[in-house]
């Protein structure tokens, strides 16, 4: 069974300091991977995602990830995050096989202060 | 256009009985999914769905069950509610298989 671990549950950080969010999963076969963010009182959106090819993967916001697949990691960053930056951040993974079916991170809490 | 709507927003129900939850996923969307998100568990699968198929099923005992309809419109249903069951239901739908999901607001049920 997969799974995926997210190891930072809460993060504080100032406005204009650079994020880095870990995530690591757990399965051995091909795997599409996602981070998706849930703002104070809004839907789960995708931030970004990764099926294939360049292993540095640009999302909205000015947000990247990059998937290390000796690592099984798929680590979430952003230079220098802003205050709207707070939310919850919520790594994923999915058999590139299984459809729709999502394995969630227990998620991180992002706090940026101003 | 209108995003994932679901209905009804809150809900409380007590131990025994049973609840069905509604779906409307973005128009031309084909596929929708079902999460369970709980504090304690957080985002779990439930299941998907596609062209009135059940495509995929999460790890949840036989209470829970699902349906789509010729209009992608999806339903749940939680017979014999525990008090466990209480959580976030959230409903997804893209426009194929592996495309990017969208999430609705959820419902959130209370199993008193």
């Known amino acids: 069974a997969q799974s995926v671990s997210q190891h930072n549950h809460h993060v504080i950080l100032s406005e204009a300091a650079s994020l880095e969010l870990g995530c690591n999963y757990s399965?051995?076969?091909?795997?599409?991977l996602f981070w998706y963010v849930q703002y104070p009182g809004q839907h789960l959106q995708l931030l970004l995602k990764?099926?294939?090819?360049?292993?540095l993967v640009k999302g909205i916001k000015g947000f990247e990830a990059e998937f290390i697949k000796s690592k099984f990691s798929f680590n979430l960053r952003k230079p220098s995050v802003q205050w709207s930056d707070t939310a919850e951040y919520f790594c994923?993974?999915?058999?590139?096989?299984?459809?729709?079916?999502?394995?969630f991170g227990g998620g991180t809490r992002l706090m940026v202060k101003p | 256009k209108a995003g994932v709507t679901q209905t009804p927003r809150y809900l409380i129900k007590t131990r025994g009985q049973q609840v069905t939850l509604s779906c409307s996923p973005i128009?031309?969307?084909?596929?929708v999914s079902w999460y369970q998100q709980t504090p304690g568990q957080g985002l779990q699968f439930l299941f998907e769905?596609?062209?009135?198929?059940?495509?995929n099923k999460g790890n949840f005992p036989g209470r829970f069950s699902g349906r789509q309809f010729s209009n992608s419109r999806s339903e749940m249903n939680v017979s014999t509610l525990e008090l466990g069951d209480s959580a976030l239901y959230l409903c997804?739908?893209?426009?194929?298989?592996?495309?990017?999901?969208?999430f609705g607001s959820g419902t959130q049920l209370s199993v008193l």
């Open positions: 997804a739908s893209s426009f194929e298989v592996n495309e990017k999901l969208f």
């Open positions: 399965y051995g076969g091909t795997v599409n």
């Open positions: 990764y099926f294939s090819g360049d292993p």
């Open positions: 994923a993974v999915k058999s590139h096989n299984a459809g729709n079916m999502l394995t």
């Open positions: 128009s031309g969307h084909r596929s």
């Open positions: 769905y596609f062209s009135e198929t059940q495509r």
